[in-house]
C-alpha cells in the first residue's frame, strides 16, 4: 500500500528548513503563502539587536520529533489488526470469500497484519498529502495548528508512512517465506523477487498490482528523503523533485484498489475509498488554481521566450488544471453512481470458486 509519500508540498518545521529565497521576478505577492522552503523564518532571534543562526532541520531530529505520530500510527495499525481479525473470524470480510483458506486466523495472521500496515500507511500518506497541499496551496483561515506545526506534522507523517509501508512490503515477504517449502535460503530468494522485484510475483492481479505497490514504495523512499538533502541538489530541483509525490499517493491507492481483498467487491468501503480522494483533488485544483509563486500563476499567455517560458508554459499550466478538475469530476461520477470498478459480489454459497492468487 501507500503510500508515498513522501509528502505533497513543501516540507517546513518549526525550524527555519532552508536558506533559499525566491528567484528575481519569482517575488511572493503580499499574501503569498510560502513555505520556510521558500522564506525561512527567524527563529530564535536575540532580543539584544544581533541575530543568532537558525538552526537546521536535520533528518535526525525530525526522526526524534516522529516518534509520537510513529505511536499513534501503531495503536491505529493494532486496531486495525484486531478489526481485520474479529471480521474473518466472523465470516463477515469479503476476504474469506476472496480466499476462503484465509479463515485460518493463526495460520496467517502474519499476512493480516501485512494488511493493517498498508491499511495505516494509505491513511497516513492521505494525511500527508492533505497537509502538503493545505501548506502549499490556500488554506482555511483559521487551523488549529501554527504554520510552522503544520510543516512539522507534514514531514513526520510523510517519515511514518515511508515506514509503515516498508512494514507493510516486509510483513508480505516473511508472509511468503512462513509458507513455502523449499529450504531457507530458497525461500528467501523467492520471497524477496516476489515481495521486491518488479514482476517477479506472476500469479493472477498481483501481477500488476505488486509492481504498482514496489513502485510506490520505491519512489516514497528517495521523494521523502531528499528534502534532507535539498542544500546539496538545490531547492529548485528539490521541488521540482517533491512535486511527483502526488504520484507515490496515486499509485498507492491504485495498489488498494487493485488488491486489498478489503475492497475486493463493489460495496460501500470501496466507494468510501474513492470518495475520500475528492479532498486530495480539491485541494490539488485550489493549490494550482493560486499558487504561492506568482510565476506559477496563471496570467495571460505571452510570447515564448528563450529561457522555455510564456506561451508553451502558460498552455502547460493550463492544461493541468483542466486535467485536475476533469480527474475531480470522474471521482464525483464514480462515488454518485457506485461503479467503482470493484467486482460483483458473489453468491452466498459460494466457498473455494474465487481465487485471488
Given at each position: 500500500?501507500?503510500?508515498?509519500?513522501?509528502?505533497?508540498?513543501?516540507?517546513?518545521?518549526?525550524?527555519?528548513?532552508?536558506s533559499?529565497?525566491?528567484?528575481?521576478?519569482?517575488?511572493?505577492?503580499?499574501?503569498?503563502?510560502?513555505?520556510?522552503?521558500?522564506?525561512?523564518?527567524?527563529?530564535?532571534?536575540?532580543?539584544?539587536?544581533?541575530?543568532?543562526?537558525?538552526?537546521?532541520?536535520?533528518?535526525?531530529?525530525?526522526?526524534?520529533?516522529?516518534?509520537?505520530?510513529?505511536?499513534?500510527?501503531?495503536?491505529?495499525?493494532?486496531?486495525?489488526?484486531?478489526?481485520?481479525?474479529?471480521?474473518?473470524?466472523?465470516?463477515?470480510?469479503?476476504?474469506?470469500?476472496?480466499?476462503?483458506?484465509?479463515?485460518?486466523?493463526?495460520?496467517?495472521?502474519?499476512?493480516?497484519?501485512?494488511?493493517?500496515?498498508?491499511?495505516?500507511?494509505?491513511?497516513?500518506?492521505?494525511?500527508?498529502?492533505?497537509?502538503?497541499?493545505?501548506?502549499?496551496?490556500?488554506?482555511?483561515?483559521?487551523?488549529?495548528?501554527?504554520?510552522?506545526?503544520?510543516?512539522?506534522?507534514?514531514?513526520?507523517?510523510?517519515?511514518?508512512?515511508?515506514?509503515?509501508?516498508?512494514?507493510?512490503?516486509?510483513?508480505?515477504?516473511?508472509?511468503?517465506?512462513?509458507?513455502?517449502?523449499?529450504?531457507?535460503?530458497?525461500?528467501?530468494?523467492?520471497?524477496?523477487?516476489?515481495?521486491?522485484?518488479?514482476?517477479?510475483?506472476?500469479?493472477?492481479?498481483?501481477?500488476?498490482?505488486?509492481?504498482?505497490?514496489?513502485?510506490?514504495?520505491?519512489?516514497?523512499?528517495?521523494?521523502?528523503?531528499?528534502?534532507?538533502?535539498?542544500?546539496?541538489?538545490?531547492?529548485?530541483?528539490?521541488?521540482?523533485?517533491?512535486?511527483?509525490?502526488?504520484?507515490?499517493?496515486?499509485?498507492?491507492?491504485?495498489h488498494?484498489?487493485?488488491?486489498?481483498?478489503?475492497v475486493?467487491?463493489?460495496?460501500?468501503?470501496?466507494?468510501?475509498?474513492?470518495?475520500?480522494?475528492?479532498?486530495?483533488?480539491?485541494?490539488?485544483?485550489?493549490?494550482?488554481?493560486?499558487?504561492?509563486?506568482r510565476?506559477?500563476?496563471?496570467?495571460?499567455?505571452?510570447?515564448?521566450?528563450?529561457?522555455?517560458?510564456?506561451?508553451?508554459?502558460?498552455?502547460?499550466?493550463?492544461?493541468?488544471?483542466?486535467?485536475?478538475?476533469?480527474?475531480?469530476?470522474?471521482?464525483?461520477?464514480v462515488v454518485?453512481?457506485?461503479?467503482?470498478?470493484?467486482?460483483?459480489?458473489?453468491?452466498?454459497?459460494?466457498?473455494?470458486?474465487?481465487?485471488?492468487d
Open positions: 500500500m501507500k503510500p508515498p509519500p513522501a509528502s505533497a508540498a513543501s516540507e517546513p518545521g518549526d525550524t527555519p528548513v532552508s533559499e529565497r525566491p528567484a528575481p521576478g519569482d517575488t511572493p505577492a503580499p499574501g503569498d503563502d510560502l513555505t520556510s522552503a521558500d522564506a525561512p523564518e527567524a527563529v530564535g532571534a536575540a532580543v539584544t539587536g544581533t541575530e543568532r543562526r537558525p538552526a537546521r532541520t536535520t533528518l535526525r531530529s525530525d526522526l526524534k520529533a516522529s516518534l509520537p505520530d510513529g505511536l499513534v500510527a501503531l495503536v491505529v495499525t493494532a486496531a486495525v489488526f484486531a478489526l481485520l481479525l474479529a471480521r474473518i473470524r466472523a465470516k463477515t470480510s469479503s476476504t474469506v470469500s476472496v480466499m476462503p483458506f484465509m479463515a485460518d486466523v493463526e495460520g496467517f495472521w502474519m499476512y493480516f497484519l501485512s494488511q493493517a500496515f498498508g491499511w495505516a500507511a494509505l491513511l497516513w500518506a492521505w494525511v500527508t498529502v492533505v497537509l502538503g497541499l493545505l501548506l502549499s496551496g490556500p488554506r482555511p483561515g483559521r487551523l488549529p495548528l501554527s504554520g510552522p506545526r503544520l510543516e512539522r506534522l507534514h514531514r513526520t507523517t510523510s517519515l511514518n508512512t515511508i515506514a509503515l509501508i516498508a512494514a507493510h512490503a516486509l510483513l508480505f515477504a516473511a508472509e511468503l517465506v512462513r509458507h513455502d517449502t523449499a529450504r531457507w535460503h530458497a525461500r528467501l530468494y523467492t520471497a524477496f523477487v516476489e515481495a521486491f522485484v518488479p514482476g517477479g510475483y506472476d500469479s493472477g492481479t498481483g501481477q500488476i498490482a505488486i509492481p504498482v505497490g514496489q513502485a510506490a514504495l520505491y519512489l516514497a523512499v528517495p521523494l521523502g528523503l531528499l528534502f534532507y538533502v535539498r542544500h546539496r541538489i538545490g531547492p529548485k530541483t528539490w521541488r521540482v523533485l517533491h512535486r511527483f509525490v502526488i504520484v507515490v499517493y496515486v499509485l498507492s491507492v491504485w488498494t484498489l487493485l488488491y486489498g481483498t478489503n475486493w467487491y463493489d460495496g460501500w468501503f470501496r466507494t468510501t475509498i474513492w470518495l475520500l480522494q475528492l479532498p486530495i483533488a480539491a485541494l490539488l485544483l485550489a493549490r494550482l488554481l493560486r499558487p504561492a509563486r510565476s506559477e500563476r496563471l496570467s495571460r499567455p505571452v510570447p515564448a521566450t528563450p529561457g522555455g517560458g510564456g506561451r508553451p508554459a502558460w498552455s502547460l499550466r493550463l492544461a493541468g488544471r483542466l486535467a485536475v478538475a476533469a480527474i475531480a469530476v470522474a471521482i464525483l461520477a454518485l453512481t457506485g461503479r467503482d470498478g470493484g467486482r460483483s459480489i458473489p453468491p452466498a454459497d459460494t466457498s473455494s470458486t474465487h481465487n485471488h
